[in-house]
């Protein structure tokens, strides 16, 4: 829900008029007239898995779920997964296209050859984090605005980081690949499965996602260490440091 609403506010930033013309060269991708946009969105196919869950909003078959939004205030809004090649759909929308969203497990890459092409072009988003995708300088040499939606990301790595501790502390995998190949040696994966409590767990930085894994890591009664170039605040290192 996160990249649906902060593509949302991204896209209404740069379809909305401004009151005043910005200074900034780089901003001037934010602010432009009212009328009709040209907005395409690359995402990948879910097929049927597009309808099993209403959140799912980052495929081509639920487009972010801006799409009413966006025509009920007449804008053109393009969905494709096709984005590769001279002849994909995604290339035949480049030279008159404002806007192009795009994910980075299906991402449409930006090129200085592209850019050139597209002489519309104002904002290039990525619905969720990076920008590798994109030729950065080209996009700044021709005042494009490049965007994403930081930190929509932050509790899934958290938690993501959080499962994979988890199966190395409890050597799982040896035990799943057992399961699933019909063995059972019990001894082969318990002489090195231990439990979390009582270890000693560090994370070097302790940013966003380091402070969300730390605060999930304390139910579990670890010794609970942190690195990072800037100390947290007293009261919050309080409640993230666990067993001491």
């Known amino acids: 829900m996160a990249m649906k609403?902060?593509?949302?506010?991204?896209?209404?930033a740069f379809t909305s008029s401004a009151n005043s013309a910005p200074s900034s060269v780089l901003a001037r991708g934010l602010h432009a007239s009212p009328d009709s946009k040209k907005i395409v969105g690359v995402f990948?196919?879910?097929n049927e898995y597009a309808s099993m869950n209403p959140n799912f909003v980052g495929c081509v078959e639920n487009a972010l779920g801006i799409r009413e939004w966006l025509e009920s205030n007449g804008h053109q809004y393009i969905v494709t997964s096709d984005k590769e090649g001279p002849d994909c759909e995604l290339e035949k929308h480049i030279p008159d296209l404002h806007v192009l969203i795009t994910t980075p497990f299906h991402p449409a890459?930006?090129?200085?050859?592209?850019?050139?092409?597209?002489k519309n072009l104002k904002l290039l988003l990525t619905a969720g984090?990076?920008?590798?995708?994109?030729?950065?300088?080209?996009?700044?040499?021709a005042g494009l605005t490049v965007a994403e939606v930081t930190g929509s990301n932050v509790v899934s790595v958290a938690e993501d980081e959080l499962m994979r501790i988890l199966i190395l502390v409890?050597?799982?995998l040896p035990g799943y690949h057992q399961v699933i190949n019909g063995d059972w040696n019990i001894a082969a994966v318990s002489h090195r499965a231990y439990d979390l409590e009582g270890?000693?767990?560090?994370?070097?930085?302790a940013g966003r996602i380091g402070r969300l894994l730390l605060q999930r890591l304390k139910p579990f009664n670890c010794?609970?260490?942190y690195h990072d170039r800037v100390k947290?605040?007293?009261e919050l290192e309080s409640q993230n440091r666990g067993k001491v």
């Open 5 to 12: 609403s902060a593509a949302a506010s991204a896209v209404r």
């Open 44 to 46: 990948y196919k879910a």
């Open 109 to 118: 890459y930006v090129t200085a050859e592209r850019i050139k092409k597209a």
């Open 170 to 172: 409890r050597n799982f």
């Open 223 to 225: 010794n609970l260490l």
């Open 232 to 234: 947290m605040d007293p």
């Open 129 to 141: 984090i990076g920008s590798d995708h994109i030729d950065l300088k080209a996009a700044a040499d």
């Open 199 to 205: 270890k000693t767990v560090g994370t070097v930085g």
